[in-house]
Each structure stands twice: as structure tokens, then as C-alpha cells.
């Protein structure tokens, strides 16, 4: 029997200081927050999303302050900006979250589990490269292993770079 697949909810949210548009799947286990890179937006994460949506997980994708449609930064220190958007991001999700994040997502998310405290708050740092990402443990449970969250090489990363390359061919 096929499960059935929930759907991806784009909606407004008010985190902390900043609003934001979050792409939002409800699921089972412990929800997933997932912080982008630098200049980018939550969109990064549509295929990891489908494949979380495919497992019948649950997880959040956040635009930054400063990016994508999120509100905008101040003139203070960008990253306690991220900081208080990350906390605040933590607090709607509440306990159990695992972060995962990319580029500037990936400080994003480890600074938020420094400053948790909890050392059960796993942390994963994608890295995208030749066509599929690959997901590293920075920190948390040793017993959480990246392959048993989500298998990430098997799925494709559109690199627009690379497409224009072969479009020129």
C-alpha cells in the first residue's frame, strides 16, 4: 500500500522580530529546521522536503532574515540577528527539532545548538557538490547518522552553472 504523501504548506510567519515565509510539512518524528545559505531561500530545499514528505516526516524550511522574502536585517551584528530568528525558529518548533543547514545555515544551526546547550540536538551541515548533497553530523547523539535520517545522495541538485554548461555543448 502507498503512503499517503503530506502536502507542502507555503505560508507567512511571525519568528521572534522577522517575518518570514516558511515551507512547512507535517509528519511524523522529530521535526527537521532547515536553514539555507547564503543568498538564498528556503527553496534550496524543495527536493529534500519531497523526500522528507515522501517518508512521512516532518519539517520546516525558514527564509533568513535578510533573504529570500523574510524581513530585512539591521544594521547590528548579522549573525546575533540569525541568532534570535534561529532561537525563535527552535521555540515554534519546540523540543526534539534536528537542524540541518547549508553554507550560512550550517552556522546558523550550529550556533543555535552552542547556545541550547543540549547536546541531544542533532546538527547536520549539507554539502552540495557533483550533483547530490551529502549531510555531516556536526554535532549531537553519536547514535544519529545521517544515512538513517535521510539517505541525501540520491538526490539531485539542479546546479544551474553546470546545466548552462552543458546547454553551451
Known sequence: MRRAVEPLLEHRLRLGD?????LELEGEGPPYLLFHGFSDSADTWRLVLDALA????SAI????PGFGSASSLSKESVLSQLDDF???AFEHTGDGAIAVGNSLGGCVAMRLAE???????????IVFGAGSMRAELVSGPVEVHA?????LEVLPVVDPAAE???GDA
Do not use: I, K, S
Not at 522577522?18 to 516558511?22: D, F, I, L, M, S
Not at 547556545?115 to 551541515?125: A, Q, S
Not at 544515512?147 to 539517505?151: A, I, M, R, S
Open 61 to 64: 524550511a525558514f527564509d533568513l
Open 18 to 22: 522577522y517575518e518570514t515565509r516558511a
Open 147 to 151: 544515512g538513517e535520517v535521510l539517505d
Open 115 to 125: 547556545r541550547t546547550g543540549d547536546e541531544n540536538l542533532p546538527v547536520f551541515n
Open 54 to 57: 515522501r517518508e512521512g516526516r
Open 86 to 88: 534561529a532561537d525563535a
Open 164 to 166: 548552462a554548461l552543458e
